[in-house]
C-alpha cells in the first residue's frame, strides 16, 4: 500500500506535494466494510493501524466499541459496519482502524480492509442522487469511478454528529449572540454535505443573514460567481452588490473550495470579495495553504459563532 501503512502515518512528503499541487486534485484511500468500496480523504487520516480489541465503554451509543490507547492518546473506536448495518467480518484477526482528525478530534473507525490510496480530480467525484442516497439522512458525500470501480466517499463528519451531536454545530452559540438586526447582503456558501449546509444556513439566518445561496460543490458556486460578474460588468454595479462574502468547504465534489479560493483570488473583478473558508479539515499544513491562496479567513468547524463573527466584521 503506497505511503500508508499498517502501524504507520502517511507520507508527509506526499501530502506536502498534494497542498502545493493546487489542481483540485485529492488522495482517495479506498476501504472495504462487507465486500464494498468506500473512501475517505487522506487529509483526514493521521494513521491505519492493525485491529486491536478495545476496552467496551458502558452506556456508549450502539456503534461505539470502545476506547484504546495506541500510544499516549485515547481514542474512540467506531464500527463503521455496524453503523452502516452491514454484516460484521468472518475474521476480524484481519481488520483495520482508520485513524483520523478532523474537526479538532480524533476518532478511530474500524473497517475490514484498506485497499490503496487513489489520486484522483475532485471533478472525478459526483454528487449522489439524494433519492437513492437518503439527501439529509445519507452517508455519501459523492461517488468517484475510478476504472470500473464505484468508491462511495463517506460523510465522516456526519457520522461523528449522529454518535455525538455535541461535537457538531451548537445553535445556542448564535442564541449567546443576543439580538441582532436583519442583513440583505448576499452571502455565497458552498458545503457538499446535505446536513452541514442546512444546519449552517439556518444558524446564519437566525444571526440575521437573510440572504444566502447554499451550493452543494465549487463548480456550481463558480458558475455563479462567474454570472454575478457578468451581471454587473454589464450594469457598472459594485459585485458586493451580487456577492458580499464567500463561505466555502474545502472537500467537494468536482471543485473544492481550495481550487474554487483561487479562481476567485485570480479574477479581476471577484478578487476583493472576503472568501471565508469554513472546513473541519482546517490545521497548520491547511492554513498555509489557505493562505498562500488568499483566503480572507479560515474556521474550522464547528465553529459557527466564529463563522458569524468573521461574516459581521467583513460584511457588516
Known sequence: MANVKPNGKRSAARTEILLESGTN?????EFTIAGDSFGINVAKVTEIMQYEGVKPMPNSQSSIEGVF???????????????????????????????????????AFHVHTVETIHRINWNQIEK???????????????????????????????????????????????????????????VVMAEDSDLLKKMVVEALTQAGYANIKAF??????WEHLQAMRDEV?????????????????????????HRLTKLTRDDRI??????????????????????????TAQLSKPEIGNLVGTLDKHIL
Do not use: C, W
Not at 486534485?25 to 484511500?29: A, G, K, W
Not at 478578487?271 to 495553504?289: C, G, N, R, T, Y
Open 216 to 221: 452543494t460543490n465549487g463548480q456550481d458556486a
Open 128 to 186: 449522489p442522487d439524494t433519492t437513492i442516497y437518503g439527501g439529509e439522512e445519507g452517508l455519501a458525500t459523492g461517488i468517484a469511478k475510478i476504472g470500473s470501480k464505484l468508491i462511495t466517499i463517506v460523510d465522516f463528519e456526519k457520522i461523528v454528529f449522529d454518535i455525538s451531536p455535541q461535537t457538531g454545530i451548537q445553535m445556542s452559540e448564535i442564541s449567546d449572540l443576543g439580538p441582532r438586526a436583519r442583513s440583505t447582503k448576499p
Open 233 to 257: 460588468m454589464a450594469t457598472g454595479d459594485a459585485i458586493g452588490s451580487r456577492v458580499a462574502a464567500i463561505i466555502t468547504d474545502i472537500e467537494m465534489p468536482k471543485m473544492d473550495g
Open 25 to 29: 486534485e485529492l488522495e482517495i484511500m
Open 69 to 107: 490507547m495506541p500510544r499516549d492518546v485515547i481514542l474512540t473506536v467506531v464500527d463503521l459496519a455496524h453503523y452502516m448495518g452491514l454484516p460484521p467480518s468472518e475474521d476480524n484477526t484481519r481488520d483495520m482502524l482508520i485513524v483520523t482528525s478532523f474537526n479538532k478530534m480524533n476518532a
Open 270 to 295: 471577484l478578487k476583493d470579495i472576503p472568501v471565508i473558508i469554513f472546513s473541519s479539515l482546517i490545521d497548520e499544513a491547511m492554513q498555509v495553504k489557505g493562505e498562500q491562496l488568499g483566503a
